[in-house]
């Protein structure tokens, strides 16, 4: 299971630090942890839409390689509250 490794801690625990509808990510292949941490990011205050399940754990590989693109936009920003949101028509 992996999940809340592509936001910077406080926006993990406090995703209204960020203003607007942002994106998180779980990947994994045991359903009842994948529930167990959809719940807990509920609790965090991650509203259900904004939390997008990728499938099984190999998934979680792309996500991982986002810490590039993360850190580029922490050296443009200076700060790390910010997020990414993944727009669907």
Do not use: C
Request: charged letters at 15%.
């Amino acid at each position: 299971m992996k999940s809340l490794h592509t936001v910077y801690y406080e926006v993990m625990i406090d995703p209204h630090r960020v203003p607007g509808e942002h994106s998180l990510f779980v990947a994994g292949n045991d359903s009842a942890a994948k529930n167990t941490v959809t719940g807990i990011l509920e609790q965090f205050g991650w509203s259900a839409g904004s939390i997008i399940d990728l499938g099984d754990i190999t998934a979680a590989r792309a996500t991982e390689m986002y810490s590039r693109l993360f850190f580029a936009l922490y050296a443009q920003f200076g700060s790390f509250d910010f997020n990414i949101n993944v727009v669907r028509a």
